[in-house]
């Protein structure tokens, strides 16, 4: 028997001592300090804007515990792996050996002992933390979470990492080695391992999720729970296994024999609990494989739904259905009935013409085995219940995204697309509760149809779908369509609900009773909200074009837990479905939905502009600016950072309305991938874009695609390439097609009449023909024309542009402003090119978002010209201001950057008899690269070298180079103003010389071994100007004058010629002409050479082009 | 209570048999074991205390085997070791407490005025809250042997307990040890320092390269040298020579040389008077002559 007694004992005194080491003390005040500090500015928000976690459903303890965890997991490696060092050093120790106790109660009381010290350690956390989130109130504290996450999180992390620090120490003897090995072993697992083996390393918890929901809870919590308990598990192993191990002879006799035996049991036991997660994974695999091949056999279908009668029962965590369906047959031939329904739910039976009829299922597949003849219509019913198998959603999506986390900046939360528990039900389309056609790809375009649905679930709980609600008893109604919808979706749970009418739509909003958080910050304009949220609509839709089709729109609080994908074929995730929006909880702890934060910066702008404005102005304007940055305009933070342009989910934001306004109402038939409609979407959705951030940096998402087009045409990289991939390549080609119908636009109307027919042909499948007619007509061209060379096109327009010349000049008694410049097409395809031209002085202020607004006043007119292949023009345009900016955008053509500005002229006020005109006209110029008597060795040719000398001073070097590295080294980027390259890195930027690729490179200053060569064949003997070219960098002004690019530079050149060479230092500032002048040399026939040192007085060098005239 | 130690060897992985066959019978009462560093007076000590398993034969305590009846067995031991300096971080009633929980006083209010009483006997009642890595080496000693006292053991074995202690503090240790001897208490006591035995043991047994040479009261192993110690007078001269051909106990220096006691099986023509043999002489003769069969001086 163990004695209880002798366990307390050891364990007393270990705390004891624990708590009087310094080690401990000194660690134990930094997490708890940093712990207090992050509590009372990040989760109670005192001071300058909080952490916006804090507004996530128990993000507060979460985000405590996940911070202690990792700090708690390395303070017991040292202290454990101390434990039996200590009791090696200390030769007291066997004076308390001989005493009459037992290893088993030794071990046990030294273990709980430690324990004991850092459960204090997590009360003082869990203690700090209650009273941080009690003390804020801006969320309902959830109790039981004080009891879940310390169970969940810390103590199976602290048990494992004692147990395995103890035993390691035990087998190795040598604290120095053992601290070695287990503080890498957490490296090693949060660093690389991750998730890999099913996360078996996971054990701090790091890559778990943990994030509660207030409607759902975990969601998971069968997983969470085993997996948690498998790291107690291998904890108490590790444990008994130090017991078996402790350097002490042992008292009893059968010891061995119990220690195995429990170490046996024990590890069934763990083996069981880690089989749990290893079953649902693989299981998981299985079905996304099975239905992924079984879509990949599917064929056209000659069936059609007409309607939808569904009658779905929420019983418990089930759903118990029959849906009844008029089917069509709309082709000839006899090609079988098959439906995809999600294989959670079971069929019972089938009847066609109310005759059972026989079916097999295969995984999601629904296969009528009886042949049907007639074409008459059919009416189909069946009859399933069950749950959703979240894993045959989304079966296109990667293997690597699909196991992606789901951070929320960050924190963890598990990915669920659907939820069926008993108190709250949420599916969406892909969730495929309803039958549908399983034809070839019928996932990516769903046919418009209409539902009648009825619910019943329990009373008290709030069911919303689409269409017209009718109440028909306590806890049951029924919807009624307003229109054919290609999505369906029904959610259930107990919300608190507002509403508001504008302009005839009704405004929902469906919270969780608990959150309310952004109450307090709307208390005064109750009255205006409408009023607020039509002037935003009608701004949108004025922008957009088109109107909301829908009679409602609900925004409805999802579970934080609920996770969408965005796919290739539409804008539009999950999160949006017809006429609502889900929202995950509280704002899913995003800056955008940060009010604190937000209402701040709307003062902090009132402030500086010194307006005098009335409560309810602000709260008009935080307003605005919470539904703008949410849902209007969207924009991914992470704290406080603006992420990469792309055309990934963080960037597009799940929430934005637009997918509304097209997607769930406009559809091309089309029988392969729906081209034209994701054209047409695409193209939309640009009319939100502000072309405001030409001149970006590096590579943009076009760009990318231009050098993926390089090789293929569109079709060929649908054929070849992974489909994944293939949404930047669609967004640019779409953009490309629309834009390609406006060429012939001359009364510039062509949006508007396209917005039009896009209105007009709402809730049904356009066909192809119609489409094809109709935009003919519309744009003036050969639709079919367009697109089949579009669709095949594998060669690229290639562009130049001549200066840009401006003329004042007087037209009647106005002044005005004529521009022109020179365009020419070199490629060996026609090519379009955007110009937009901004006018006047610079102006506007403050506000992403406000911003965004304000440039619909200024109305960007952008102009799009065709320029046939092989041919110069002349574009003209006539300004009523001086030209500020000319942007021009050359969509695929091979030209890198494909946004770029333009340097336009100064303005030539005196010639007054100006050849002016407005569009577009040949031109007999010949626009070159570069004069007969010029050589000129860019960057891109072959002339070009570099040397790298990999030169790596300081461990930061060494740290930026495998950044470099990491960072796909081939791909162009930009200058990074904080940290540079150790070695020359290919840099884009319209700034930098190049013919129709505009590339340099770029490295940070060194010994001057690193040189760049420009070597060119002199064929002529004579008399040579050099220059160098050196682009002016705008931006990271603000490092001071001893930044590169800025102030003035040392560039140490080293001209080499017939006498010899010379170095020339020129000191470069951004009032410098970009060629810069080297001097005259006399160059015999044969090779030249200029060589630029990195060694500078700056931060960094460019080397971009070396030119050399003859004279 | 007695200890019966039979056959035991024991042999290091390095093959140094540091035990070979030793039979020993211990009754109660102080018991000394003596001998030379080296001798394995440690080993037996860390096999009596159970922190060592012999590789050979058996320690019969009360009649139980040692082997098998470790849990009981420890319940009677109280244990000084050798080295006892580095602690916890733990104040000196701490320790005892610690101590005194671990022997099994599991009341507490009995358990801390053992600890004041233990303390009071020791002389460490006013450093009581010191930590004991704080106090000097004397007081760690003594704190050493209070805390192989609590519980009131049965056996209490201490192993070379007055190495680097001054006079004062190694009189006052002998002081606590006999007292408690008067209990019914077997006390074992080993050393290299043949003052702690001649002032406190009714027993002991002489240890030398593992082996147990003698066995019995400190009178009988005296009476072995009698009339193997001289005294004389020797000239600079003669010392040198005499000091190589025997061990030399006392040296006192006067006008013509030195007065030297030595140690021989005879006196060999020394002119020299026999003199009566104290347990330090008849240590060295036995070393010298018994156990390392040291005859080639002769």
Redesign the interface.
């Known amino acids: 028997m163990m004695s209880l ?2 366990i307390n ?2 364990a ?2 270990e705390t ?2 624990l708590l ?2 310094w080690f401990f003390r000194i660690f134990a005040i930094l997490i708890l300090g940093f712990v207090l500090l992050f509590n009372i500015f990040g989760v109670a928000a005192i001071g300058d804007g909080g952490w916006p976690g804090r507004l996530l459903p128990s993000g507060g303890i979460y985000f405590n515990l996940w911070l202690l965890n990792i700090a708690q997991a390395i303070i017991a490696v040292f202290l454990s792996a101390d434990f039996l060092g ?1 009791d090696k ?4 120790t ?9 290893n088993t109660e030794y071990v046990i009381g030294k273990t709980l002992g430690v324990l004991k010290v850092f459960i204090i350690l997590n009360l003082i956390v869990l203690a700090i933390s209650l009273l941080t989130s009690l003390i804020s109130s801006e969320i309902a504290v959830n109790w039981t979470s004080y009891l879940y996450y310390p169970l969940l999180i810390s103590f199976p992390t602290l048990v494992f990492i004692l147990g395995l620090s103890f035993f390691t120490m035990t087998l190795i003897r040598n604290q120095a080695i053992t601290f070695v090995l287990l503080l890498g072993f957490i490296a090693l697992s949060m660093f690389y391992l991750k998730q890999k083996w099913y996360g078996i390393t996971d054990f701090l918890g790091f890559y778990t999720s943990f994030m509660r929901s207030d409607f759902t809870g975990f969601g998971n919590e069968i997983e969470l729970i085993s997996t948690r308990s498998f790291y107690l598990i291998a904890g108490l192993i590790f444990i008994i296994a130090t017991i078996w191990r402790l350097p ?6 059968f010891q061995n024999i119990k220690l195995g035996s429990a170490i046996v049991t024990l590890s069934i036991v763990g083996f069981l609990l880690l089989s749990i997660k290893v079953k649902n994974d693989t299981h998981n695999e299985k079905l996304r494989a099975e239905v992924q091949s079984l879509n990949s056999t599917l064929k056209p279908s000659a069936f059609k739904i007409t309607s939808y009668t569904i009658e779905l029962d929420h019983i418990g965590a089930k759903i118990n259905t029959k849906a009844t369906m008029e089917i069509e047959k709309v082709s000839t031939g006899s090609t079988p009935l098959v439906f995809a329904l999600n294989p959670g739910l079971k069929v019972e039976t089938i009847s066609i013409n109310n005759q059972t009829v026989d079916f097999s299922r295969k995984t999601h597949l629904l296969l009528i085995k009886s042949e049907v003849q007639t074409n008459e219509t059919l009416q189909v019913t069946i009859s399933y219940q069950g749950t959703i198998e979240d894993a045959a959603m989304f079966p296109d999506v990667t293997e690597e995204l699909w196991t992606s986390s789901h951070r929320t900046d960050p924190l963890l939360a598990s990915k669920q697309h659907s939820f069926i528990t008993d108190r709250f039900v949420m599916l969406t389309r892909e969730a495929n509760w309803y039958p549908v056609i399983a034809k070839k790809q019928y996932w990516t375009s769903y046919p418009f149809t209409q539902m009648d649905l009825t619910v019943k679930t329990k009373p008290g709980l709030h069911i919303i779908s689409q269409g017209k609600k009718e109440n028909i008893a306590v806890g049951s109604c029924s919807f009624l369509p307003e229109q054919n919808l290609n999505a369906y979706s029904l959610v259930i749970g107990e919300f608190e609900h507002n509403s508001t009418n504008v302009d005839g739509t009704q405004f929902n909003l469906y919270h969780h009773k608990n959150h309310t958080y952004f109450k307090p910050y709307f208390s005064e304009v109750n009255d205006t909200i409408a009023d607020v949220l039509k002037t935003m609509k009608d701004d949108f839709e004025r922008k957009l074009g088109v109107d909301y089709p829908f009679d409602q729109f609900s925004l409805v609080e999802a579970p934080i837990n609920f996770y969408s994908y965005m796919r290739n074929w539409n804008l539009s995730t999950e999160n949006n479905m017809p006429g609502m929006v889900f929202f995950p909880e509280n704002g899913g702890g995003t800056w955008s939905n940060d009010l604190g934060n937000t209402k701040e910066r709307v003062l902090e702008r009132y402030e500086r502009s010194n307006d005098e404005v009335s409560e309810r102005e602000k709260q008009v304007e935080i307003l605005k600016t919470y539904l703008g940055n949410n849902f209007i305009k969207p924009s991914h933070f992470f704290f406080g950072r603006r992420r990469t342009s792309g055309r990934d989910i963080e960037n597009w934001g799940k929430y934005q309305v637009f997918p509304q306004y097209f997607t769930y109402s406009n559809a091309i038939a089309e029988n392969d991938y729906p081209l034209i409609t994701i054209a047409i979407e695409n193209y939309l959705h640009q009319q939100l874009s502000d072309n405001n951030r030409f001149g970006s940096r590096g590579l943009s998402s076009n760009d990318k695609v231009i050098l993926k087009l390089r090789e293929s045409s569109m079709n060929e990289l649908i054929a070849k390439e992974d489909i994944n991939t293939l949404g930047n390549v669609f967004a640019s080609k779409g953009n490309e097609l629309i834009s390609n119908l406006k060429v012939n636009d001359v009364q510039g109307n062509f949006d508007e009449q396209f917005t039009n027919w896009i209105e007009d042909n709402r809730f049904t499948s356009i066909p192809l023909e119609g489409f094809s007619t109709d935009i003919s007509r519309i744009g003036n061209t050969d639709f079919d024309a367009i697109y089949q060379n579009w669709l095949k096109q594998s060669k690229q327009p290639a562009f130049m542009f001549g200066s840009v010349d401006v003329y004042e000049i007087k037209e009647g008694n106005r002044i005005r402003y004529f521009t022109k410049l020179p365009v020419s097409n070199s490629g060996e395809a026609n090519g379009i090119v955007s110009f937009t031209i901004r006018e006047g002085r610079r102006g506007g202020r403050g506000g992403r978002f406000r911003s965004w607004f304000q440039m619909d006043d200024q109305s960007d007119n952008e102009q799009i010209f065709n320029i046939p292949a092989g041919t110069t023009q002349e574009i003209g345009f006539l300004l009523d201001e001086e030209p500020r900016r000319i942007s021009v955008n050359t969509y695929l053509s091979i030209n890198i950057p494909s946004s770029q500005n333009l340097a336009i002229n100064n303005v030539d006020r005196e010639t007054r008899q100006v050849d002016y005109f407005e569009g577009i006209r040949p031109s007999s110029a010949i626009l070159q690269y570069k004069s007969d008597d010029e050589i000129i060795v860019d960057n891109e040719d072959e002339g070009f070298s570099v040397v790298n000398t990999g030169e790596s001073r300081t461990i930061k070097d060494w740290w930026i180079s495998i950044q470099d590295q990491e960072d796909d080294s081939n791909d162009y980027g930009s200058i990074n103003f904080w940290s540079h390259p150790v070695k020359w890195k290919p840099i884009i930027n319209d700034q930098y010389f190049g013919k129709y690729l505009k590339s340099a490179y770029y490295k940070r200053n060194g010994s001057g071994e690193g040189v760049a060569t420009w070597k060119a064949n002199i064929e002529q003997s004579g008399t040579y100007d050099v220059y160098a070219y050196v682009p002016h960098v705008r931006g990271g002004r603000w490092r001071g004058r001893h930044s590169g690019g800025s102030a003035a530079t040392n560039y140490n050149f080293t001209v080499f010629h017939d006498d010899g060479q010379d170095e020339v230092v020129q000191k470069i500032d951004n009032d410098n002409n970009e060629w810069v002048y080297l001097g005259q040399y006399y160059l015999s026939e044969g090779s030249a050479k200029v060589e630029l040192s990195d060694m500078t007085n700056g931060e960094w060098i460019i080397a971009d082009a070396i030119k050399w005239i003859k004279k | 209570m007695k200890i019966q130690i039979q056959d035991l060897s024991q042999v290091y992985n390095n093959d140094f048999r540091a035990l070979n066959k030793v039979n020993l019978e211990i009754e109660p009462g102080m018991f000394g074991l003596l001998g030379p560093n080296g001798a394995g007076k440690s080993t037996l000590m860390r096999i009596l205390v159970t922190l060592l398993k012999p590789t050979h034969g058996e320690v019969f305590v009360n009649g139980l085997k040692l082997s098998e009846n470790r849990a009981d067995i420890r319940s009677y031991l109280g244990y000084l070791p050798q080295d006892f300096r580095f602690f916890a971080k733990l104040k000196t009633w701490e320790f005892l407490d610690y101590a005194g929980s671990l022997a099994g006083i599991k009341n507490k209010k009995q358990r801390l005025a053992e600890v004041d009483s233990l303390l009071d006997q020791v002389g460490l009642y006013d450093v009581r809250n010191r930590y004991a890595n704080k106090l000097s080496g004397g007081m760690k000693r003594r704190l050493g042997i209070a805390q192989a006292l609590i519980g009131d053991p049965k056996i209490v074995i201490v192993d070379e307990p007055t190495t680097g202690l001054d006079p004062e503090e190694r009189i006052r240790f002998r002081n606590i040890l006999s007292n408690l001897s008067q209990k019914e208490v077997i006390i074992i006591l080993s050393t290299h320092i043949v003052g702690d035995i001649s002032s406190t043991c009714r027993q002991m047994a002489l240890l030398n390269k593992g082996e147990v040479h003698f066995e019995g009261s400190p009178e009988q192993f005296i009476d072995q040298s009698k009339g193997h110690v001289f005294k004389t007078n020797v000239s600079f001269e003669q010392m040198k020579v005499i000091s190589d051909s025997y061990p030399v106990i006392t040296s006192v220096p006067n006008a013509d040389g030195y007065e030297i006691e030595f140690v021989a099986n005879q006196d060999n023509g020394w002119t020299s008077t026999q003199v009566e043999p104290n347990l330090e002489h008849a240590y060295v003769y036995f070393m010298e002559y018994v156990a390392n069969d040291k005859f080639q001086y002769q």
């Open positions: 007694f002798n004992t050891v007393r005194f004891k001592t009087r080491s200590r050093k200390l030769d007291t066997e004076s308390f050996y001989v005493r009459s106790i037992s002490r002879l042992k008292q009893n006799r």
